[in-house]
Each structure stands twice: as C-alpha cells, then as structure tokens.
C-alpha cells in the first residue's frame, strides 16, 4: 500500500532521512522505532503531505503522492499531542474530517456519535476539550482519526503523554480497534515496549536510514547490527556478536567470574560481571537474586555459564 | 504556511506610501535644514529637551506608582480585583482631547479641585500618568503573575526575607514586561500631540506641537522638518527597543503560578488601600471630572442640538467606520504574512513608532494635491488604527501550535478552509478586541484630521478643539459636554474589548 522509495530530507545540514525506504502493507501496522530526535516524526509528516520531499517518491497504492496535498491524501495523522481544536467541542472535534469531506451535518454527527461509543466516550458530545483527562483526549483524537474512515493512520507517539498505566491498556485497546478495521497504520515512537506491542513489523530508524526492518520475534532473534542490538533491550553487546539474555546465567558449576557492581532493582538485581577480561551484564529476577544472595558481593566470584550455540554474530 | 507571505505586499504598500515615503522626505527635507544654527537655536533646545525630560519623567512616575499597584493586583486577592484590572483598560481606549479635558476639568482655571495648575508643568505630567500608568500596571501585574510560585518559594526556603525575594526574584523576573511597558511610555510621551497641545501651554508643549506650529501657523517647513527628524530618530530607536523586547515576551514560562492571598494584617491592607487609591486617582479622577463636570453644565447641553455637532458626528462614525473597513483588511493581511517572521512583526509596531504628526505632515509634503482628500485621510486613520488588528491576531496566531493547522490539513481542509475553520475561530476573540482598539484610535483621532482635513470634515475631536478655542463660558462648557459625548462613544469601545475577556481568562486558564 504505502511505498516510500529513496526519500530524503535535511534539516540545517542534519540529514533525517536519507535515501530512506519503506513499505507497508494493507492492514499492517508498521513501528518506526528510533531514539529521540532522529527525525521519526518528520518522516511521518513527509508521508502526510505536511513537508516538502527533497527527493525520492512516496506512493500510495501506486498513486504518486508528490503533488496530492495533504487534505486529498486521506490519510490520518494522530499528533503526539492529539491537536485537538480548543474552539470545538468533542463532538465538533470528531466531526471536523467529515465536514470537510461534505458529509452531510446530521449524518456526520450520528458517525461521530457511532465512533465516539466505540472508543468509549459515548455522551461526551458536548464536553470542552480542554476539560479532558490525558486518556480521554486521547480517544477523542484516534475517534476523529479513524471516523474518516483514513486509508492509513499516522500516529506520533501517540502514548508518550500519558502515565504508565494508562499507556499499556490503551495500547492493547488501539491495536485492537486499529485491526479490526483492517486500516493500515505507521506509529512512531521511541519506546521500544511500544513498538513491540501495537506493530506487526518494526523499522528501527537511525542516522536517516532504516537499519533493520522486520517482525519483533525476528529482531530478537536477530538483531542486524550492534546499534540495533542494544536500542532492542540486548544488554551484552559487543562489536561483533550479542547475547540474548537467555544465554547466560549463574550456575555453581559454571567458569569463575568476578562481580564488579551490584544494582539493586525494583524487580530484582543487576549484575557487572567479568569473565577472560569481557564484562556481561546480568539481570536477576526477584527470586533468582533471593536464591543467590549468600554469594552476590561485589569483589566475590561466582560461576557464570554463556551458552556459546545461542551467541548471535554480526555478518 | 509560506503561501501567506505574498499577503505582505498590502500592508507593505501601505507602509511605504503613507510612512516610508513621506518619512524619507521628511528627512531629506530635515537633513538639509539641520544646521548648527538649528541646535544652537535656545528656543529649539528647549522644545527638544523638555520633550525628552517630560517622557522621562513620566517613566520615572509611573515606574514609583506603578510597581507598587502592579505587585499588589498580582499577589492579592480582593473582592472588585478584576473589575479594577477591566477599569484599567479604560484610558487606553480614551481620546487625547477627553483625557486633556478631563485634565483641565480637575486642575484647570475652573477645575473642580481649585488648584489652579495652567502654565505649569504638572498638568502634562498628570495628563501623561493618566494614559501611562495602567499600561505599566496592567503589563507588569502580568509579569509578576507569571512568576512560577516554586521559584518564590524556592527563595524564601534559601533565607530571603519577603522584600529581598522582591528584589532578588520577582523584579528581574518581571523586567522584560516592565521594560517594554516603559518603552511604549516614553514612545507615547515623547510624540505627545493632543495632551501637550492643550495641557502644556506657551511654555511646557513639545516638539510635536511645536511643529504643528510651525507647519499650520508659521509656514516654516524648514525647521519643522528639522526637529521632525530629530523625533523621529529618537522614536525609532526606542521603538526597535521595544519590539526586541517584545518578542522575548513570547516566551512561555514554566510552572506553577503563584496563589493570590487575601491582605492580612494592617500593613497589607494598608498597602492594598494605598495602591487601590493611587490607581483610582491618577487614571479614573479625570473621567469621573468631565462626567460630574458635564452634569451641571445644564444650558451647554442644548448644543448638542446644533447641526455642526450633528455633522461632526456623522464625520466620525464615517471616518471610524472607513479606517475600521481599512484596519480589518490590512490588520488581517499583516497579520496572516507575519506568522513567525520576525521582521514583518516588527513591522506592525510601524505606526506606532511614528508620531501621526510627523506622519501628516510628512504626507502633506509629499502629496500636496491630496492634502484634502478623503483618500489621504482615510489611509492615515487606517494606517493608525491597523496595527491594533494586526498586532492581536499575529500575536494569536504565533500561539497556535503548528499541530492544529496540520491536523485539520491530514482530515482533509484545504489551506482556505483552515484558515476558516481552525485559525479565524480561534483568533476571534483576538480579532474583536483589535477591532474595537483600531474604532478608539479612529474615533478619537485628533493629529491627523487636525493636519489633512477640511472645514466640512470636522469630527466630534476638532470640534471640541475648536470650540475650546472660542471664548465664553459657554463654548468652554459645551466643549466639555461634547468630551463627555466622546467619553461615551470610547466607554462603548471599551465595554466590547472587556465584554469578552472573561472568556479569554477560561480559555488561558486551561
């Protein structure tokens, strides 16, 4: 469905993207995922029509978009901070799309009513918006997104704004409705648990490139290069391999290792271990680091096992 | 949204036809006859100086009064505190001749105090006060509100005495918007027109009068062209000050705003009384004057019978409704072409910058042929009135987070239609308030329609002008009765721009 093909845009001399590709099927949801800054939501904004390409093409079911403006795309963009128009209320808000796409007002309102129930905001019509929590705002923005019925969804780190709590449910609940209307979708975000939640595919953006593009137990299993490693949670990274975290543990039996640092966790402990002059990292769940206790110093040794088979080398 | 740009070319035409273009002659002209013998001139080094000391000291004044009021609106809590923040709005909106009048209608020959104050100093300065005051208590009652209650706090728990967090915290924190209100007072003072036409007599009126002088009584072109340029340079120079301060405004600060607290205590109180009373003096007295002044002038009422008032007053509503017309087109214009462009922002403070004067008579010298005609006067009272517009909505339209015409444009609203939809409603309080500030310059323009207009175009300003130039008791008493008419027609300005402020306060407030 959407093609991006070799795009490439500056800003001040600092390349966002650069020869930059990406595809994403129809009702795929599709994860940009990147550190802060690297230029995820310029991306989303090129795709939308809001920024200018500097070169390259940007294709929606084989429709050139470079001279379709923004509001011709029909695509929805989700701001990170849902945008929401301070002079209309909810109802207004949800309808806004409509009207511009001439529906008429009584049929544009019974839609947004329609949706507005579906994200669970049934009777809100007439609230203000700025009276709304963080999660409400929230749904009022994916209902006026997605009542347009929206060839794709753009959504810029949709959750970044909310509390921990609330962005894990909300998460599960948008990837939920998201598929069931079987629209494709490109979320940006910088948080890796997030990606992996909501997205069938995660494109891991940096330095303007995708680095590595696939399904999240893929990337796990093998990770392309070392950035891409360590930015997907691996703990022992080195040039030229990692090690998944199931690949090495504590066992009496196992070759000598001396403790260097011992962080205590909220959900366990961490370990700085050095074995043969490398160090590992090794995170200690609550009861493991309970069972070990009588030995875990720092300055004292315990016997470390890395299973050599689950090591992944870099090509 | 650099598609708005070319909108620019409006104002800028504007701009350069009735500013830049009379103003570059003004100093060609000015340039020539500025000689040594001009400065050497006592009579001119006076006008000069006591114009600069006048601004100066009125800045001065209004900096001992104002920060008093200023701190104790932002930190106190009383019943009435938001009416006497509206209140304060009040002499902004206020004609020149209604401020002069009520002036006089104090300390003047009859005033109602008895003092007799006519050839002195004072009067300007009190006239000035009246204007200038609540500018720097409304702006640096702003400041101070907006100092984030963590950092007071953070003060007073480093060992800081409430007086030193004062000086050490609140004060510098307040600084930029008390600069800028500054700024604007001594523009204002120093290319003082109306007031010091009729409050500084012989000897304390200022440059600005001195060239009228000379323009329309003396026919010295020369030397008003000389001492038109030497106000010029001042102004520009503070202007420019002003408009970098300005933009540093913008900047959002962060953090929980201080609480207002209830005075307790009698120093408080005292201190509350004290400020209320000082406001309630300086800039309500010369309105409450005119209007009890007015109120027993009881055969001077029968003037507003007279057919020339009846003219004056269709000329202003004609006039105001024009330069309004004039004032939305360009005011939306500038605004639209100067988001996020700081040099056409400068731009709109322009019109303040320059003394309408200077302006008038700059326009003179360059359109000879149009001295009379409406064309000319219209494009002068817009070109006064349009920065109100455009400075409101710009300023409005910055705070618009990109992300909402962005947002609207992915739903599916063409350029047109975003600015229809999204921007226009949401700048519609800013618009309204422009406007009724663009029909209180129009309506109580005095300099320019003084300069360029004729006989028959007298406006409801020239007409008391001119009927306090005639003798008798009479002419002065009707001259009073008709300030009092234009006090009112400024009170309906005054009631639209504060009607919707609440509103405005809900919407801030979130």
Not at chain 2, 147 to 157: C, F, Q, T, V
Request: net charge positive; proline share 5%; charged share 15%.
């Amino acid at each position: 469905m959407l093609q991006v093909d070799k795009v490439s845009k500056r800003y001040d001399h600092q390349w966002l993207a650069r020869d930059l590709s990406l595809t994403v099927g129809a009702g795929e949801i599709m994860a940009l995922l990147g550190p802060s800054g690297c230029g995820k939501s310029t991306l989303l904004k090129l795709i939308a029509g809001l920024e200018p390409v500097e070169a390259g093409t940007i294709r929606f079911a084989g429709q050139d978009l470079a001279r379709v403006p923004p509001e011709a795309r029909h695509f929805a963009l989700m701001f990170q901070d849902f945008a929401l128009f301070p002079h209309l209320n909810v109802l207004d808000n949800v309808c806004f799309g409509l009207v511009e796409r001439r529906t008429p007002k009584a049929t544009a309102r019974g839609q947004a009513r329609a949706v507005l129930a579906t994200v669970g905001l049934a009777g809100y019509d007439d609230r203000a918006v700025g009276a709304l929590s963080g999660g409400e705002a929230q749904r009022v923005a994916l209902a006026r997104a997605l009542v347009t019925a929206p060839r794709l969804l753009l959504l810029d780190e949709p959750f970044s704004s909310l509390d921990a709590h609330l962005r894990l449910s909300l998460q599960t609940e948008f990837r939920q409705r998201i598929r069931a209307l079987g629209i494709s979708a490109l979320l940006v975000t910088h948080d890796r648990q997030e990606a992996f939640t909501m997205a069938d595919r995660v494109a891991l953006l940096y330095q303007g490139g995708i680095q590595q593009c696939d399904t999240p137990s893929a990337l796990l299993a093998a990770p392309a290069d070392p950035w891409v490693a360590s930015f997907i949670g691996f703990d022992n990274v080195c040039d030229d391999w990692a090690l998944p975290e199931t690949a090495l543990w504590l066992d009496a039996a196992g070759r000598s290792a001396h403790i260097e640092t011992l962080t205590p966790l909220a959900e366990g402990i961490r370990l700085r271990l050095s074995q043969d002059g490398q160090c590992y990292t090794l995170h200690l769940s609550a009861r493991e680091a309970a069972a070990w206790r009588t030995q875990l110093a720092p300055g004292a040794d315990v016997g470390l096992v890395i299973d050599e088979a689950a090591r992944i080398r870099f090509a | 949204m650099r598609s708005t740009r070319w909108l620019a070319l409006l104002p800028l035409a504007l701009l350069t036809a009735l500013v830049a273009v009379p103003l570059s002659r003004l100093s060609t002209d000015g340039a020539s006859a500025l000689s040594l013998a001009f400065l050497s001139d006592p009579y001119y080094r006076w006008r000069l100086a006591w114009s600069l000391a006048q601004a100066l000291a009125t800045c001065g004044l209004a900096l001992l009064f104002g920060l008093p009021i200023a701190w104790t609106l932002a930190r106190f809590d009383f019943p009435g505190r938001r009416w006497l923040l509206r209140l304060l709005m009040l002499p902004f909106v206020m004609p020149t001749l209604v401020a002069a009048m009520g002036v006089l209608a104090l300390f003047g020959p009859q005033g109602l105090t008895g003092i007799h104050g006519q050839d002195t100093p004072w009067l300007l300065l009190y006239g000035n006060l009246f204007y200038n005051l609540p500018l720097l208590v409304r702006s640096a009652q702003e400041g101070f509100a907006r100092i984030p209650a963590n950092r007071l706090m953070a003060a007073r728990s480093l060992g800081a005495t409430p007086w030193r967090v004062f000086w050490r915290v609140e004060l510098p924190g307040a600084m930029p918007w008390i600069c800028s209100a500054l700024c604007l007072i001594f523009l204002y003072c120093f290319s003082a027109f109306g007031l010091a036409l009729i409050l500084g007599g012989q000897r304390y009126a200022t440059v600005e009068v001195e060239i009228y002088t000379l323009v329309a009584y003396e026919l010295n072109l020369s030397d008003a062209s000389a001492l038109a340029l030497s106000v010029l340079a001042v102004a520009s120079l503070v202007a420019f000050g002003y408009a970098w301060l300005e933009r540093g405004l913008a900047r959002p600060m962060r953090g929980q705003v201080a609480q207002r607290c209830v005075p307790s205590g009698w120093r408080q109180c005292a201190l509350l009384a004290l400020a209320v009373g000082l406001l309630v003096l300086l800039a309500l007295a010369p309105l409450a004057a005119i209007a009890w002044r007015a109120l027993w002038a009881g055969p001077a009422w029968r003037a507003l019978a007279d057919p020339e008032v009846w003219a004056a007053l269709a000329n202003t509503a004609r006039f105001t409704a024009l330069a309004l017309g004039g004032a939305c087109l360009f005011g939306l214009a500038h605004a639209f072409a100067a988001r996020r462009s700081v040099l056409l922002g400068t731009l709109a403070f322009l019109p303040y910058a320059v003394s309408p004067v200077c302006v008038a008579f700059g326009l003179l010298l360059v359109y000879p042929r149009l001295s009379a005609s409406l064309t000319l006067l219209i494009g002068a009272y817009t070109l006064l009135a349009y920065p109100f517009v455009a400075r409101g909505m710009s300023a409005t339209l910055d705070a618009v987070p990109a992300h909402l015409p962005q947002a609207a444009r992915t739903l599916g609203a063409s350029t047109w239609r975003v600015v229809w939809r999204v921007l226009l409603p949401i700048a519609a309080p800013a618009l309204r308030r422009g406007m009724a500030f663009a029909a209180a310059t129009a309506l109580g323009e005095f300099a320019v329609t003084l300069f360029l207009s004729r006989p028959e175009w007298m406006t409801l300003t020239t007409l008391i002008y001119q009927r306090l130039g005639r003798p008798g008791a009479l002419n002065q008493d009707s001259a009073l009765v008709l300030s009092c008419l234009l006090m009112l027609l400024a009170m309906v300005a005054f009631v639209l721009i504060e009607w919707q402020r609440e509103g405005d306060d809900d919407v801030a407030g979130r």
